[in-house]
């Protein structure tokens, strides 16, 4: 199993930014594919960046060129560096890791990011 723990969320004001961090635990060798959703109050959970294995990134297009995904495989964590932050963007983040060992994806609970107008 992995376990995935996000923090740095908080509230920010419109413009600025923010940096949110994913710890990875467990059967780390499994893990393939890391990346991020978020879910809006009242909206769909919505695919945000992902990072492969060999580092390749894709990005949801409301976040190209504010958003950056990156991954430190020696501390087993993945970062997502927010930046020009919008009111739309507020929602809560959930980092997930894919397993292709075990055929499984694994979420983290969450963090809350509110921006503020």
């Known amino acids: 199993q992995v376990q995935l723990v996000e923090s740095g969320g908080g509230l920010v004001q419109a413009g600025g930014s923010r940096r949110l961090s994913c710890a990875a635990t467990?059967?780390?060798?499994?893990?393939?594919?890391m990346g991020w959703h978020r879910q809006a109050p009242g909206k769909q959970r919505e695919v945000v960046a992902v990072?492969?294995?060999?580092?390749?990134?894709n990005y949801a297009d409301s976040v190209k060129g504010r958003f950056t995904i990156s991954r430190d495989y020696a501390k087993n964590t993945v970062y997502l560096q927010m930046n020009s932050l919008k009111p739309e963007d507020t929602a809560v983040y959930y980092c997930?890791?894919?397993?292709?060992?075990?055929?499984?994806?694994?979420w983290g609970k969450g963090t809350l990011v509110t921006v503020s107008s």
């Open positions: 997930y890791a894919n397993t292709p060992t075990y055929g499984m994806d694994y």
């Open positions: 467990g059967s780390i060798f499994s893990i393939g594919a």
């Open positions: 990072i492969t294995n060999s580092g390749s990134t």
